[in-house]
């Protein structure tokens, strides 16, 4: 996986591995895609969801879990954690070896607290006790209530991965409860050094919305500007990430230790069929990013990707794209909110439907 590597060595962009499955552990198939350059895991509760409903690999522990006197829902968590640990051991040699920037696998707390601040701090407390490695980021979604946990989880000194996000009115949210995070913990004594971060910025699911907004519109104007969405705001999002931590408040936070909050792109493979399938990848490469990859996307991109520093070009075209879906009237604050809404419903149903599957499982095995 050359291309991989060189997305790190030559662009400063790392390429994380968008899945996580037992069998990726038991057979080696994550230690070998680290070995040729995937630098971090990322999950979520439908990739989870996936795994243990979709293998017998689960099956053991799952029976020695009830077996203990578990619920069900305990005995999920018990399997996510065997899984996240796992593969932590798998990447700590990138995290030991690369100044800490890399080697993180992220692991999000229940959907179902997505409105519920106090119920997600406590949850990313548990998580960070029940694994206490380095390498671990809680994700936590970036809905408002998100915003408030995730300030206060980083003034705490937890590394965090914010995921969903889908606007820059947000992004620049959580940009500030981050950096606020920071002062209140370096303000209590805390070394910044040993916090990480990452904003995880959905990519493709917004060029699906807007599309469908503007063939609902129908007019030429509005069909031009089709497929061009996403990737103009993740630009925009790039522009912001720059700005923010290139200020004297970020300047005196960096001077005591404390690491950027790098944007990760997400969603990164396409829901277009006459899109490019690589072009989420190749149209974002730029420094200090993160690119989290599924597999087909990864083979993709080895097979006929191409590479060039593209995340900040084109930036004043990435405006006035905004400016024109403005214009024919997109509101892409309403768009982030309803790809939030639709993006938590989606991870809820994923989470509630393996407790189900589970369910039945153990009244099978009674």
């Known amino acids: 996986m050359a291309k991989l590597e060189h997305l790190y060595s030559y662009y400063g962009q790392s390429p994380w591995l968008d899945n996580l499955t037992r069998a990726y552990l038991r057979d080696g198939t994550l230690a070998r895609m680290v070995a040729d350059g995937i630098r971090g895991v990322t999950a979520n509760p439908s990739i989870f969801a996936r795994s243990i409903s979709g293998s017998h690999d689960y099956d053991e522990q799952f029976s020695a879990l009830m077996a203990a006197g578990r619920s069900v829902d305990e005995a999920y968590w018990e399997l996510v954690i065997s899984d996240a640990s796992q593969a932590l051991a798998v990447l700590r040699p990138v995290f030991d070896g690369g100044d800490c920037v890399d080697g993180f696998v992220s692991v999000e707390v229940s959907p179902e607290l997505a ?3 106090p119920g997600t701090i406590a949850a990313a407390r548990w998580l960070r006790r029940r ?35 889908f606007s820059l009115s947000r992004y620049a949210e959580i940009i500030e409860a981050y950096l606020s995070g920071l002062e209140r913990f370096t303000s209590n004594g805390g070394d910044p050094s040993t916090i990480s971060s990452v904003a995880s910025f959905f990519v493709s699911r917004v060029d699906t919305e807007v599309d469908q907004r503007l063939e609902a519109l129908g007019t030429d104007e509005a069909l031009a500007l089709r497929g061009q969405a996403a990737v103009a705001q993740a630009k925009l999002a790039y522009r912001l990430f720059t700005e923010q931590f290139a200020t004297d408040r ?28 690589t072009r989420y990848v190749e149209e974002l490469i ?81």
């Open 115 to 117: 409105h519920d601040a």
């Open 131 to 165: 694994i206490a490695e380095p390498n671990l980021l809680v994700k936590i979604p970036a809905t408002a209530e998100g915003v408030a946990a995730v300030e206060t989880l980083t003034g705490e000194g937890s590394s965090v991965n914010v995921t969903l996000l």
């Open 250 to 277: 970020w300047h005196r936070l960096a001077g005591l230790g404390a690491d950027i909050q790098r944007p990760l792109w997400a969603s990164t493979s396409t829901k277009n069929p006459v899109d490019r399938d």
């Open 286 to 366: 730029g420094p200090d990013t993160v690119t989290t990859l599924p597999e087909a996307t990864i083979a993709a991109f080895e097979d006929h990707g191409t590479m060039a520093r593209a995340v900040d070009a084109g930036v004043p075209q990435a405006a006035e794209l905004m400016l024109g879906l403005a214009t024919v009237g997109i509101d892409m604050a309403a768009v982030g909110r309803t790809l939030e809404d639709n993006g938590i419903a989606s991870f809820e149903k994923a989470y509630r439907d393996v407790l189900a599957n589970l369910t039945e499982l153990a009244e099978a095995q009674r």
